[in-house]
């Protein structure tokens, strides 16, 4: 009996699932978990995906790898997908506003690197040029370090 088959059968005595439960979860024929429990076939990715998801578990740890059975799902996660479709929006919404105001904000750490690149990867860059870019990034610089003295200050 192929890895597949095993953890399969594994998998739905572990969630207390029958095989005609999980054929209306993941919308996949009865014949095809039949034998897919059988051995006599292993499902395609997309399939393996559909089980994971309505099982709850690794599809990893579905196809034979050595990894725990459970998803590493994050509580957040999980919470989210219990949620009416409309509520996931709103939700979505809501972390992409956090992320862009997380980004927006200025680093606040002790050090900081900035990299950059040319246009051309060919282009040699004169000493000026390379000066006043020095010159930017001291200025940078010098208003991290404002910021980080009027932080302390209000603290």
């Not at 309505?54 to 050595?66: K, R, V, Y």
């Not at 979505?92 to 105001?101: K, N, S, V």
């Amino acid at each position: 009996m192929n890895i597949f088959a095993i953890r399969l059968k594994e998998a739905l005595t572990a969630k207390n699932i029958k095989p005609s439960e999980l054929a209306k979860k993941t919308g996949i024929g009865k014949s095809s978990i039949s034998d897919w429990l059988a051995g006599r076939y292993e499902a395609k990715q997309d399939k393996v995906y559909r089980i994971a998801d309505a099982l709850d578990i690794n599809e990893a740890w579905l196809m034979g790898q050595e990894v725990p059975m459970e998803k590493n799902a994050s509580t957040i996660d999980r919470i989210y997908k219990k949620l009416e479709p409309q509520r996931q929006a709103i939700v979505y919404q809501f972390a992409e506003q956090q992320t862009q105001a997380e980004i927006l904000s200025f680093p606040r750490r002790d050090e900081m690197t900035l990299a950059a690149h040319a246009g051309d990867p060919e282009k040699i860059f004169s000493k000026e040029e390379i000066e006043k870019i020095h010159d930017y990034l001291d200025e940078i610089d010098a208003k991290y370090q404002q910021s980080i003295s009027s932080d302390k200050k209000e603290d």
